[in-house]
């Protein structure tokens, strides 16, 4: 009975010592898997923050290219590079509702019927539509652009005297062959002598 007595506190604390080993062990295990699920859950926001950093890298990437296409072909609204820099509005200015209504109007002055007489005029709000429609982009780039800038343009000498060689080379041909087709009537000759004639002056000379 006395050793009952004795060995009753002994069993308890053992229990109480074993309880609290599991306790603390379940404990420990309990903290380490929030500490773990805490760790993944930061690790999955990074990366979500990455990628969403990048997203927004390449959305501003392909409206800035864009921007930049229609910038360098603004006075030459139809370019290969201008319509299809065009195309791509919808898509990558989607979000810009100022920008989607810039172009909008000038879609809208695109595809009106074609007048003879009234080429300038249309031009000339091409032209007008063409700035809102860059001014808008450049806000929506968060650029410090104004109007004044955007009709600044520089044209070289060099392809300007080109272009007027090749109109000039172009009048001088058909002037040309209006004057061997006059020639040609009033000697009655067909049309294969021509050349022929041209050819035998040539040797006679």
Same mark, same amino acid.
């Given at each position: 009975m006395e050793t &009952?007595?004795?060995? $009753?506190?002994?069993?308890?604390?053992?229990i109480l010592c074993v !309880?609290? &080993?599991?306790? $603390? *062990?379940?404990?420990? #295990?309990? /903290?380490?898997?929030k500490d773990?699920? /805490?760790?993944? %859950?930061?690790?999955?926001? @990074?990366? %979500? =923050?990455?990628?969403e950093r990048e997203e927004r890298q390449?959305? =501003? $990437?392909? %409206?800035?290219?864009?921007f930049s296409t229609l910038i360098m072909e603004r006075? &030459?609204? #139809?370019?290969?590079? &201008?319509?299809? $820099?065009?195309?791509?509005?919808? !898509?990558? @200015? @989607?979000d810009d509702t100022e920008v989607i209504q810039a172009w909008e109007q000038l879609h809208g002055i695109f595809g009106e019927p074609f007048d003879d007489n009234a080429v300038t005029q249309k031009r000339v709000r091409i032209e007008? *539509?063409?700035?809102?429609? /860059? @001014?808008a982009m450049s806000k929506s780039l968060n650029y410090d652009i104004n109007l004044t800038c955007l009709r600044r343009k520089y044209s070289p000498m060099g392809p300007q005297d080109e272009r007027e060689l090749s109109s000039g080379l172009q009048k001088s041909l058909i002037e040309f062959l209006g004057t061997a087709?006059? #020639?040609? *009537?009033?000697n009655k000759l067909p049309k294969s002598d021509v050349s022929k004639t041209g050819a035998e002056n040539s040797k006679g000379e």
């Open positions: &009952s007595i004795i060995n $009753a506190p002994i069993t308890q604390t053992i !309880v609290g &080993s599991i306790g $603390a *062990a379940i404990l420990t #295990w309990y /903290l380490r898997r773990k699920d /805490l760790e993944i %859950k930061r690790e999955e926001e @990074f990366h %979500k =923050r990455e990628i390449n959305k =501003r $990437a392909d %409206k800035y290219r864009l006075h &030459s609204p #139809w370019t290969f590079d &201008s319509i299809r $820099a065009y195309n791509l509005i919808d !898509v990558i @200015f @989607f007008n *539509a063409t700035l809102d429609l /860059l @001014f087709m006059d #020639w040609m *009537a009033e």
